[in-house]
């Protein structure tokens, strides 16, 4: 088969043999630094974190980092409340955020507003981790601007009543600060790329606007939806400085558990840590599982 | 022709090693015959105190450089004690990562054993319950500073000794809340949503000697059930609504999210003096369960500037430089020494708590602070948030 592959490519490119023989090519090199990162930083480092799940102190091959986790109540605990926040915000973000780029690209507002959304998101999108952390208490915790305000206003103490922002709810709409813009940085684009004449061919044809939703606008969206939606997910999930910052070890959250297990004083055990990260590996590696059957099967939709 | 030149190449490496060495020769001679004969280095096996002129010559041969690491410069005065050390004996200093725990210098020293570059340190500013696993992996040098009689607390052999200590301290913002007086002050209901730790309990050490210290206020004194009383304590504040999960550090206290801040009294002094009444701090040691928190110092066994490092230690321990403490609000270990000789300023003491509370504080040793610690952190999920 091979052979015959060749013969035939030889004979149909027999005038310009020798500068078409695919023999060498330094095409690859253009690729190479993008393999060269990938290995370095994603493929050994998730090798590594394989190799030393199943590692002891010692260096000697045990299971007991695996069964630890299932013990711990606290462990699976930590994956339950990670979870819950990265579906919570990641169902809110995107939501919301598909929401406001659709009023923001197909709302009609002005140019100028567009754009400041735009640039607002791309900024809002990045700001993470301490200083988040950090504004939010400052607004919104015991002796935040708006609690304050509420509480002066109303002249009640919603702390009596139970209000708390360090709580696994007072995370997430902290987390939505950089959820939301991210979405809407994401689907501003392709919301650009649906027609008018598109909708135009449904009305004339006697479709409602549900019937432009349902077979034409959510189809031809829902690859770029579901491919933000992991991303968010992905990105609750393994947030860690902005949760920390916000309620140190307070809320159990996977990431910060294994924090303490490699940093912390006495609980340091890395071989638990690395079990723990291979959990978020493999719940992750099932999300991009999940994703790439479902946009398969939205994606048909475009042919 | 490959022969030839291969022969030929041959040669020239032979000719060029000849050269090579004869000018290396030539080149270190002088130095050989000078350096050892002029200054024979001081032994550093022994441990023993090394007389300071000695040493002086001894790091002027290493080349006056020191490698330090976790020093940050508002923490216990270390800015203004690297800053003297280093115009007073000409060194300079390489300061790794300041803001490093005590696990990353261990860490530290055990992944540069093999290298004398710049990343490996040569002295080491640990959590006193550190010094166990650092002396079980050999991480450390014996040594004997000049006034090693008078430091309270160290090892026998010189591989660590505790340079300052501090005691936990409440730490009140004077308009928000009452002042307590002592621990169970926590609980009652003026204090709901106002209690905050400086640290987090799963990784500071600090916060794992505040609930500790909490428990032996209410155990009376015996440490043996402080630690499980301790997590009790905090379940209780906990449970009230008193206890805000945030970690409390200078920002957040000048915003008034944490008005009732556990911290060790240098911190806490030191940010009464930063915020400068913007909000007015108060700054109490509790009546009962006064715990102090002794910091250790040591020096790494592979230390590519072993005399610089000892230099450093005999300054930082001299009256001089435990004076420099005392000023960033630490307590030197050589306290109770320097006041009796009257070599502590008295303004400096009028910065400071009533003396008295101070003659409250209780030590633990190395063991009962490893237990506490294995006791506290592994239970604190499980016996405060009921996990």
Redesign the interface.
């Known amino acids: 088969m091979s052979e015959q592959s060749i013969t035939r490519q030889n004979q149909g490119s027999a005038p310009s043999a020798r500068s078409s023989r695919p023999k060498f090519t330094w095409d690859w090199v253009g690729l190479a630094p993008f393999f060269l990162f990938a290995i370095a930083f994603l493929l050994l480092p998730s090798l590594s974190i394989f190799i030393r799940s199943f590692q002891a102190p010692d260096g000697s091959f045990t299971f007991d980092n695996i069964i630890a986790i299932f013990q711990g109540?606290?462990f699976i605990?930590a994956y339950q409340t990670s979870l819950s926040v990265s579906i919570i915000t990641s169902l809110g973000g995107g939501i919301f955020g598909f929401l406001l780029a659709y009023a923001v690209i197909m709302g009609g507002l002005p140019r100028w507003a567009r754009s400041f959304m735009l640039t607002f998101s791309g900024v809002a999108s990045n700001f993470a981790g301490v200083p988040l952390a950090?504004a939010f208490?400052?607004t919104m915790?015991?002796?935040?601007l708006v609690t304050r305000l509420i509480e002066s206003i109303f002249n009640t103490d919603i702390?009596?009543a139970g209000f708390?922002i360090?709580s696994i709810w007072g995370l997430s709409i902290v987390y939505m600060y950089f959820q939301f813009p991210l979405m809407v940085l994401i689907m501003a684009p392709a919301l650009d790329g649906l027609r008018k004449e598109w909708r135009e061919a449904c009305e004339n044809l006697g479709g409602t606007e549900i019937h432009y939703w349902r077979y034409i606008a959510l189809p031809i969206l829902m690859p770029t939806i579901l491919g933000t939606m992991i991303l968010l997910f992905g990105n609750a999930f393994g947030a860690y400085a902005t949760a920390?910052?916000?309620?140190?070890?307070?809320?159990?959250l996977v990431s910060i558990v294994i924090?303490?297990q490699i940093?912390?004083?006495?609980?340091?055990n890395p071989g638990l840590g690395n079990a723990l990260a291979l959990g978020m590996i493999l719940i992750m590696s099932i999300c991009m599982t999940g994703y790439v059957a479902m946009s398969r099967r939205a994606a048909r939709w475009l042919q | 022709m490959s022969k030839k030149s291969q022969f030929s190449r041959r040669q020239f490496l032979q000719v060029s090693a000849v050269a090579g060495s004869a000018a290396l020769l030539a080149g270190c001679a002088p130095a050989a015959t000078a350096t050892p004969t002029s200054v024979p280095l001081p032994d550093l096996t022994s441990g023993n105190t090394i007389p300071l002129d000695d040493l002086v010559k001894a790091v002027e041969v290493e080349g006056k450089k020191l490698t330090t690491i976790a020093l940050p410069h508002d923490w216990a005065n270390y800015g203004e004690i690297i800053e003297t050390f280093k115009s007073k004996y000409g060194i300079s200093i390489n300061e790794l990562n300041p803001d490093a725990g005590s696990s990353d210098e261990l860490e530290a020293i055990r992944a540069n054993k093999e290298s004398k570059g710049p990343q490996a340190p040569d002295v080491i500013d640990i959590g006193v319950g550190h010094t166990v696993t650092a002396m079980a992996d050999g991480l450390l040098s014996k040594y004997k500073v000049s006034t090693w009689d008078t430091i309270d607390m160290k090892d026998p052999d010189g591989y660590w000794w505790a340079e300052y200590y501090g005691v936990l301290t409440f730490e009140v913002i004077k308009d928000a809340v009452p002042t307590p007086t002592d621990w169970e002050d926590l609980l009652k209901p003026e204090y709901k949503g106002k209690v905050a730790m400086a640290g987090d309990v799963l990784k500071s050490n600090e916060s794992v000697m505040t609930v500790y210290a909490s428990g032996l206020s209410r155990s009376g004194g015996d440490k043996t059930k402080a630690a499980e009383m301790g997590l009790q304590f905090w379940k209780e504040v906990n449970e009230a609504g008193n206890f805000i999960p945030v970690i409390a550090d200078q920002g957040k206290i000048a915003q008034g999210e944490t008005p009732c801040t556990v911290e060790w009294d240098y911190l806490s002094l030191a940010n009464r003096d930063a915020l400068a009444g913007n909000p007015e701090l108060d700054i109490v040691v509790p009546k009962t369960g006064v715990v102090a928190g002794p910091y250790a110092g040591g020096i790494s066994a592979y230390a590519p500037h072993p005399y610089a490092a000892r230099l450093w230690w005999e300054y930082v321990m001299s009256d001089e430089g435990q004076n420099l403490y005392l000023k960033g609000y630490a307590h030197p270990i050589r306290f109770n020494d320097m006041v009796k000789r009257g070599v502590v300023p008295q303004e400096m003491l009028d910065k400071l708590p009533p003396a008295e509370d101070y003659a409250r504080a209780v030590f633990l040793t190395v063991e009962e602070l490893q237990a506490a610690n294995k006791y506290i952190t592994e239970n604190w999920r499980k016996v405060v948030f009921g996990e």
């Not at chain 1, 915790?141 to 935040?144: E, L």
């Not at chain 1, 940093?263 to 340091?268: E, I, N, P």
Request: proline residues 0%; without cysteine.
């Open positions: 109540r606290d605990n950090f208490i400052a915790g015991n002796a935040g702390h009596a708390t360090y920390y910052a916000f309620s140190g070890s307070f809320i159990n924090g303490a940093q912390g004083d006495v609980l340091y």
